[in-house]
């Protein structure tokens, strides 16, 4: 999947340096997470990532922040509410689809009606957390047994 984003935030935690990069969003793993790296709540940010070369129709998302030790995390980072979904093929944008996440650190999933190449999440708007103003995104994931579906 290898998702790209326009920023990730880098901080300084207890002398250690920590970064939230864009990797952290596919792989299995799910105590780590990306967060936005710029001023604000990150609207316009930008996650990019190609589908399965077979073209999965299901996203699988979890919104938020996930640590395992520190559950309060999810709910002290804003979370994903509005996003725009670019989808693509022989890259050009053919589908725009309005998405609104539950504020939920479950599993939730987009479906489209056709296989796409490649996406685009443009966050529009968030759940604001109620400490900081990073917004959190755990993970994004493709179905594998949907390529396998007419």
């Given amino acids: 999947m290898n ?14 340096k920590i970064t939230y990069p864009a ?11 990306w967060v936005e790296g710029v001023d604000g709540f990150g609207k316009g940010e930008v996650i990019s990532f190609k589908n399965r070369i077979d ?3 299901r996203i699988y998302i ?35 689809v309005h ?7 479950k599993m939730q999933v987009i479906e489209f009606s056709e296989r796409y190449e490649k996406f685009d999440f443009l966050i529009e708007d968030v759940y604001q957390g109620r400490k ?9 994931f493709l179905d594998a047994l949907d390529c396998f579906t007419k």
Avoid: H, M, W
């Avoid at 998702?3 to 935690?13: A, C, K, R, V």
């Avoid at 990797?23 to 997470?33: F, G, K, P, T, V």
């Fill in 3 to 16: 998702p790209q984003t326009t920023s990730s935030l880098t901080e300084t935690l207890r002398g250690e």
């Fill in 23 to 33: 990797e952290n969003l596919n792989i299995e793993n799910l105590a780590l997470s």
């Fill in 55 to 57: 073209g999965s129709r």
């Fill in 62 to 96: 979890i919104n938020g922040f996930f640590s395992p030790d520190k559950p309060s995390l999810f709910y002290e980072n804003n979370r994903i509410k509005d996003l725009t979904v670019r989808c693509y093929k022989d890259n050009e944008v053919v589908a725009i």
């Fill in 99 to 105: 998405k609104t996440l539950k504020d939920t650190g």
């Fill in 132 to 140: 900081y103003n990073d917004t959190a995104l755990t993970g994004i």
